[in-house]
C-alpha cells in the first residue's frame, strides 16, 4: 500500500500526517476534528488538552453510536432475507 502524505490544520496549527488512507478522507477527518474542537473551544474551554479529550470522546460516542445502528441494520436485513 502507497503511504500518502498530507498537511492539515487543526485549531490553527499544521500537522504532516502519514498513511495509506487517501488524503481526501484524511482532509476530511481533519476538518471534522478541527470543527469539533472549534465548538468546543468556543463553548468555554480553553486548555487545548481539554479540548482534545471532550472532543475525543464525542467523536468515540459518535463512533459507538453508529456501530449500534449499523449492527440493528444488519440484524434487521439478516431477518428480512431469512423470512
Known amino acids: 500500500m502507497e503511504n500518502n502524505s498530507v498537511t492539515v490544520q487543526i485549531?490553527?496549527?499544521d500537522y504532516r500526517l502519514?498513511?495509506?488512507t487517501p488524503p481526501e478522507q484524511m482532509?476530511?477527518?481533519a476538518a471534522y476534528l478541527d470543527?469539533?474542537?472549534r465548538e468546543l473551544s468556543a463553548s468555554g474551554l480553553?486548555?487545548?488538552e481539554a479540548v482534545s479529550?471532550?472532543?475525543a470522546l464525542q467523536i468515540a460516542?459518535?463512533?459507538l453510536v453508529a456501530q449500534n445502528?449499523?449492527?440493528r441494520l444488519r440484524r434487521k436485513l439478516d431477518e428480512m432475507r431469512h423470512d
Open 11 to 13: 485549531l490553527g496549527r
Open 18 to 20: 502519514k498513511s495509506t
Open 27 to 29: 482532509q476530511r477527518a
Open 35 to 37: 470543527r469539533k474542537m
Open 46 to 48: 480553553t486548555s487545548r
Open 53 to 55: 479529550v471532550m472532543a
Open 61 to 63: 460516542d459518535e463512533l
Open 69 to 71: 445502528e449499523n449492527t
